[in-house]
């Protein structure tokens, strides 16, 4: 079946420091990969996402790969703050049709002061 | 940046009654919206797709008699949770698709959290 899924579930880092959350998928039939940020109680906040014809996409801090040979999704944030604390999703989206997406299970990520 | 709204925030109601959701784009038009339901400490379930003028598609295993959606406006989707029960107790959020853009131009509500008694 089509899924998305994540290794660990917390993560936690200190200030400063940067973070590498992972992510894994099944189906290779997906447009875009996206990574979402919520903070409790809020709904999902997009950082980034990444065309599946590309491998690397930087934005401000974060940094997204994409390894199509394996099936693996990396987020990267330079320089962690403790505003970054939240949980992180990965998801995938397809351009066709009404453009559903599909979220992961969601990593938890700490930042020690 | 674009803003989606939904109302109300939070909302307490006894077993039985049906409880509307609303969910608005603010400052720009929605031909999709997305309903997704949140479980505490899981991801978000994808649970209709809502187009403008036409009927909801809704995912498997979700029971379209029981949660209504009506998209009557490009900027206005609903969501009614008819009889409601505590097991439907849940984070409700929903998302606006522009007209132009990829999967990633996909704007989230803040959710409404909803308890049944």
């Known amino acids: 079946g089509e899924s998305v899924g994540l290794h660990l579930p917390t993560l936690s880092v200190q200030e400063g420091d940067n973070s590498i959350i992972n992510c894994a998928y099944s189906n290779s039939a997906s447009d875009y990969f996206i990574w979402y940020k919520q903070e409790s109680g809020k709904g999902p906040q997009f950082i980034i996402d990444i065309r599946s014809n590309m491998d690397k996409r930087q934005g401000q801090r974060v940094t997204v790969l994409l390894n199509k040979t394996v099936k693996h999704l990396s987020l990267q944030i330079a320089a962690t703050q403790p505003g970054d604390s939240a949980v992180y999703f990965c998801a995938r989206g397809n351009s066709g049709g009404y453009q559903k997406v599909t979220f992961g299970t969601g990593t938890k990520l700490q930042v020690i002061p | 940046g674009a803003v989606v709204s939904q109302h109300p925030s939070w909302v307490i109601c006894k077993s039985g009654t049906s409880v509307k959701i609303e969910c608005r784009s603010l400052?720009?038009?929605?031909?999709?919206m997305f309903w997704y339901r949140q479980f505490p400490k899981q991801s978000l379930m994808l649970m209709a797709t809502?187009?403008?003028?036409?009927?909801?598609?809704?995912e498997q295993g979700v029971e379209k008699d029981k949660f209504l959606i009506n998209h009557a406006s490009l900027t206005l989707s609903t969501l009614t949770v008819t009889s409601a029960h505590p097991e439907d107790s849940s984070f409700y959020i929903c998302s606006a698709r522009a007209l132009a853009g990829n999967a990633g131009t996909q704007y989230f509500g803040p959710g409404t959290r909803l308890t049944v008694l």
């Open positions: 809502s187009n403008e003028g036409s009927k909801a598609t809704y």
């Open positions: 400052d720009f038009q929605a031909t999709t």
